[in-house]
């Protein structure tokens, strides 16, 4: 058995109906086409993560310029 109780031979014999209506060069555009949009996906995921590190980063830097201290009065040494 296969995916869903459907067996290989039943999976490849919808793979031959496919290929036959759509032919093989609509389904290779197909692919390039779904692979671009996956490739343009990842793409915009990974600027997005660069664009929030780099808010944080600015966060930090910005903290940072800020000191937080106490001042403490020293006992005269005599």
Known sequence: MGF???G???LLIVLAII?????TKRLRNLGGDLGGAIKGFKKA?????????QA???EQQKEGDVIDSTAEKKKDQA
Do not use: P, T, Y
């Open 45 to 53: 995921m990974s600027e997005e993560e660069k664009k929030e590190e």
């Open 4 to 6: 869903g109780g459907i």
């Open 56 to 58: 944080k980063l600015n």
């Open 19 to 23: 290929l036959l209506i759509f032919g």
């Open 8 to 10: 290989i031979w039943q």
